[in-house]
């Protein structure tokens, strides 16, 4: 069935500090992809998302890049702060799916 | 924002008791869905509906029942609460069947 990985953390950084949150993904078909946020106490909301390989999405400084010869969309930014401390959501949808798979989301705290 | 409301957002219920959670959006969007969220599953999908009295059964749908009398209203009902259905229960909408999905604040039930 799909599937979705992603490192569990939390992983703890200092501000300005580069950030990489791997995802990677098993799918029976073409997934796109996806990066939800959850801030403390807040539903998700979408981050960023990609349909096709090679596509970049990106938003707020954060990028992922559909890669589909190594089945991942790593989520990065080069300057993490204070304000993004929050639990990261990576997420696909399979052409013709219902739902969308969610992996089980990594806690990054941000010190200042 | 998408406007998608969710009551109660806290609830507390003993074993055995019927529950009732309500979703309702504003945004007049075909799809809606219930979502729960469990530490180490990320997010598991309960039931969906693609249309007024149209709904399908998710991942996790055991003990749960769904409605949808308008288009605006998703009702998720827990027939008779048990602890393991203690959890963070999230609404969603979307446009179509593989379009982004806007989530809702979330209701954090607890079942003693």
């Known amino acids: 069935g799909d599937s979705v990985t992603q490192m569990e953390g939390p992983v703890t950084l200092s501000e300005e500090a580069f950030l990489t949150i791997n995802c990677t993904y098993t799918?029976?078909?073409?997934?796109?992809l996806f990066w939800y946020v959850q801030y403390p106490g807040e539903g998700l909301q979408l981050l960023l998302k990609?349909?096709?390989?090679?596509d970049k999405g990106s938003n707020k400084g954060f990028e992922a890049t559909y890669r589909k010869e190594t089945t991942s969309f790593h989520l990065e930014k080069g300057s993490v702060q204070v304000s993004d401390s929050a639990v990261y959501f990576c997420?696909?949808?399979?052409?013709?799916?219902?739902?969308?798979?969610f992996g089980p989301g990594t806690r990054l705290s941000v010190l200042p | 924002d998408a406007g998608i409301t969710q009551s109660p957002r806290h609830k507390v219920t003993e074993t055995g008791t019927p529950v009732t959670l309500r979703c309702h959006q504003t945004?007049?969007?075909?799809?809606m869905y219930w979502y729960r969220q469990d530490p180490g599953h990320g997010l598991r999908l309960i039931h969906y509906?693609?249309?007024?009295?149209?709904?399908d059964k998710g991942e996790v749908s055991d003990g749960y029942s769904v409605s949808r009398s308008k288009t605006e209203d998703f009702l998720l009902t827990l027939e008779s609460a048990t602890s393991s259905q203690t959890s963070v229960y999230f609404c969603?909408?979307?446009?179509?069947?593989?379009?982004?999905?806007?989530f809702g604040p979330g209701t954090r039930l607890l079942v003693l």
């Open positions: 969603a909408i979307s446009k179509g069947l593989q379009e982004t999905q806007y």
């Open positions: 799918a029976t078909g073409y997934p796109s």
């Open positions: 990609a349909t096709k390989a090679d």
């Open positions: 997420a696909l949808m399979v052409d013709g799916g219902q739902n969308f798979v």
């Open positions: 945004e007049n969007h075909r799809y």
């Open positions: 509906s693609y249309g007024v009295k149209d709904t």
